[in-house]
């Protein structure tokens, strides 16, 4: 290295993504350097709900939130405690008997990959999830789902780049992504061969012309109610409401915490730019949660807030070199699943600046790779 300033791999973002290329990327020996505006782990990963999860819209998909759930049971052992790793499984839950058919497809293309699930009838769902509406018509189990707290799982990985010699920068905001690297706010440069964008929704702001837009969401946590929510409870038509990429919507999405919180979610609103609560969302939100769990309404909350995810039109996130611009990586677009599929991001980025054979291939997330609007079938 000729200079202080001069890295291998220099990243914006130290989101739970960017932590993940970094821990890969020092863990194989390369100079690393991340910058965050901070703190650590705020941004869109401070407002996930830091679900872990197999989601099957696409083979695609399949492929990245399945080998980065394997890695995430891998590393679980190591996770220190306020991680708050939690295997609790998900449970989608189907209110009719339209839903209870797509409870058996998910069931028999989850055999087909060796995914553990079961069915439940309506009376195993009532045994296992008191506190649900009764009558509802039975639900998709999905065993080895789990949940993380998203900033303290995002400071664990950049401690691990760390340990490997990583040098993290917090404060320092970074206006510009140059050839010879990046460009902070206060006029430094830090100098390295590859730049990785990993800035979540503001990544447009440093590689314009990306196709990623920002898309809203609110999350409510409760007052300490264990048992209340033991899996993570999602409703079926969540897939009808989720994979809109127009309209405003809302889908009951409730979750354990270790601390006997329960998190509900969720909704998703593209073209609003504005931070705060928008109390007709939430609203509308606690409504449908309230439509499937009845016994919410009596919980106490203490915190509502919104977060922005990086949504690209086909669903999939931008992992690797910008067309012409091989030096700069891109690790951004992950929309609701940048907590699961983080430490797959990790390995790719880190396989592709290395000429590593990947673990599975990373051509359908390429920035170059043509995109065009996804409807979920």
Known sequence: ???????????????????????????????????????????ATAAGMGHIVVMDDSPAQIALTLYSRTLWIELSPELPADVEYLPCGTMWVAADEEE???????????????????????????????HLRPGLAGALLVNDDSVVYPPCAARFLLERAQAHGAVLRVGGRVVELTAQGIKLADGTVLAAGIIVNATGAW???????????????????????PGFVRAVLI??????????????????????????????????QFGAEHAGIDTHMLRRMLQRAEEYMPG????????????????TPDKLPLIGPVPGNERLYLATGHEGLGITTSLATGKLVADQILGRTSAIPFAPYLPGRRQEEHAHG
């Open 296 to 311: 919410l309404r009596d919980l106490i909350a203490i915190r509502t807030w919104t977060g922005f995810r990086a949504a």
């Open 235 to 268: 409703e079926l038509g969540y897939l009808k409401s989720a994979h809109s990429t127009t309209a405003d919507s809302v889908a009951f999405n409730a979750q354990p915490r270790r601390t006997g919180q329960v998190l509900i979610g969720s909704s998703r």
């Open 100 to 130: 209870m058919a797509e409870v058996r497809r998910k069931k028999a293309l989850l055999d087909g990959i060796a995914v553990r699930a079961e069915v439940l009838d309506s009376r195993q769902l009532a045994e296992a999830e008191p």
């Open 203 to 225: 990544a447009p702001e440093l590689t314009p012309g990306i196709q990623v837009r920002k898309r809203k969401g609110h999350l409510l946590i409760t007052d300490r109610y």
């Open 1 to 43: 290295m000729t200079s202080k300033n001069t890295y291998d791999v220099a990243i914006a973002g130290g989101g739970i993504v960017g932590a993940a290329c970094a821990a890969e990327c020092a863990a194989a020996g390369l100079s690393v350097v991340v910058v965050e505006p901070g703190p650590v782990g705020g941004g």
